[in-house]
Antibody, heavy 112, light 109 residues
Framework: EVQLVESGGGLVQPGGSLRLSCGAF????????MNWFRQAPGKGLEWVGN????????YYADSVKGRFTISRDNAKNSLLLQMNSLRAEDTAIYYC?????WGQGARVTVSS | QAVVTQEPSLTVSPGGTVTLTCGSN?????????PYWFQQKPGQAPTSLIY???SKHSWTPARFSGSLLGGKAALTLSGAQPEDEADYYC?????????FGAGTKVTVL
């Protein structure tokens, strides 16, 4: 059974930083393009970005470009999302996913 | 940037059939956009139902099917059940970017 588990969410002040991690069980992340998605409270889904299996290619939504960085640690079978210069509008549940498989999400709240 | 369009809401009777569509303002949706369909129930993470426009996962109920129809991706629910009441999102892919539609709220009533 595939299981993705996000961690690292929490409350952060505007302008602050946070790093999310995604661990995988039953799925070898280095075999797949991996994504981060998010969903603001009461809103729809938004693709945040993704990375190629070897990590050499990364793409981001315009809303996070230059502030968020996706990386992976294939040795630990994990995916990371470094979020800098956080804004109130980044408040959301963040999901990692292979697209077919999603985690249960990590809540990020940006507020003073 | 492309905009992905979906019906805001649809209602279907129990046992009935409903078709959700997913379009793009850039032109016809094709298999090259690798259309995905997701179901999301309140308080839960999304679940993928359909990938590559027409392919089902092992967990996808048989009553759901995907197609390309009239320049759009489509998700058809045949024989709606009360538990199918949910939000449904499509996801399209372009080089270097993926975009969700705003979602369709399906009510089974």
């Amino acid at each position: 059974e595939v299981q993705l588990v996000e961690s690292g969410g929490g409350l952060v002040q505007p302008g602050g930083s946070l790093r999310l991690s995604c661990g995988a069980f039953g799925l070898t992340l280095s075999d797949h393009w991996m994504n981060w998605f998010r969903q603001a409270p009461g809103k729809g889904l938004e693709w945040v970005g993704n990375t190629s299996p070897d990590g050499s290619q990364r793409y981001y939504a315009d809303s996070v470009k230059g502030r968020f960085t996706i990386s992976r640690d294939n040795a630990k079978n994990s995916l990371l999302l470094q979020m800098n210069s956080l804004r109130a509008e980044d408040t959301a549940i963040y999901y990692c996913g292979q697209v077919a498989y999603w985690g249960q999400g990590a809540r990020v709240t940006v507020s003073s | 940037q492309a905009v992905v369009t979906q019906e805001p809401s649809l209602t279907v009777s129990p046992g009935g059939t409903v078709t959700l569509t997913c379009g793009s303002n850039t032109g016809a949706v094709t298999a090259g956009h690798y259309p995905y369909w997701f179901q999301q129930k309140p308080g839960q993470a999304p679940t993928s139902l359909i990938y590559d426009a027409t392919s089902k996962h092992s967990w996808t109920p048989a009553r759901f099917s995907g197609s390309l129809l009239g320049g759009k991706a489509a998700l058809t629910l045949s024989g709606a059940q009360p538990e199918d009441e949910a939000d449904y999102y499509c996801l399209l892919t372009w080089p270097g970017v993926r975009i969700f539609g705003a979602g369709t709220k399906v009510t089974v009533l």
